[in-house]
């Protein structure tokens, strides 16, 4: 039977990853396992959380480089508690998504990218996949209630988990699809609806990835993220030897 490394292996793959708030630590231990491995996508589309895996690494940022860079980072350089902060975190964001990505548009990456924003005044998501890249990563991690909206091309624009929780809006229907799923749900019960947990899409032409070993993460528990990469990590390995059954990979 068929494992998931001779599926990647047999032709060009698209790369696409979930929302899933703190999830772009499990996705960057998914990438450097498939870096490992000798894979990098021919492409690449996500959403929140994966939208800043797969951005830095169409940017030209090795996976193991982000992982360092992200298992050193600390809570205050996400957020500011104090009441009224949620620009001043904003702010933050920001810094923190120029220090992780060197590419500032689309055109500057390795190899092509389509992010998931949600747009607040058509009330609909929208993908993008040229132009400025930062500010779109930005708002597509934009988590209501958490960071403030972004500003960009005339409109406003959140979190592309908002409609496009699995971050797939930007795949084509012709495209072999690797699908990093986040299984976590999200422990804020107000977020839930939107962010919560959900089964692996499934379509022809498409293997999806889903890691039940690895712990949920969120801004309030940072070590578990960095867990989380390492154990995602971990167990990428060990599905890149299992077979593909009906389209799904799974690791328990």
Known sequence: M?????WLASA?????????????YAHTGVACALAAAGFTPARAAGSSAGSMVTSAWAAGVP?????AQLLKLEFAQFFDLRWGAERSNGALFRRLLEALI???????CRFPLRISVFDLLERRT??????????VVQASCAVPLLLPPVRHAGSLWVDGGVLDRPGLSGVHASERVLYHHLTSRVPFSILRDVFGRSRPRQREGMVALELATVPHSDPFRIPAGRRALELAR?????ALKQPVVDGLVQVH
């Open 102 to 108: 060197p590419a500032r548009t689309f055109e500057e």
């Open 2 to 6: 068929e494992t998931l490394h001779d």
């Open 234 to 238: 971990r167990a990428t390995e060990l």
């Open 12 to 24: 060009p793959f698209t790369l696409a990853m979930s929302s899933g708030l703190f999830g772009f």
């Open 126 to 135: 929208r993908v993008v996949d040229s132009g400025a890249l930062l500010p």
């Open 63 to 67: 996976p193991e480089s982000l992982a």
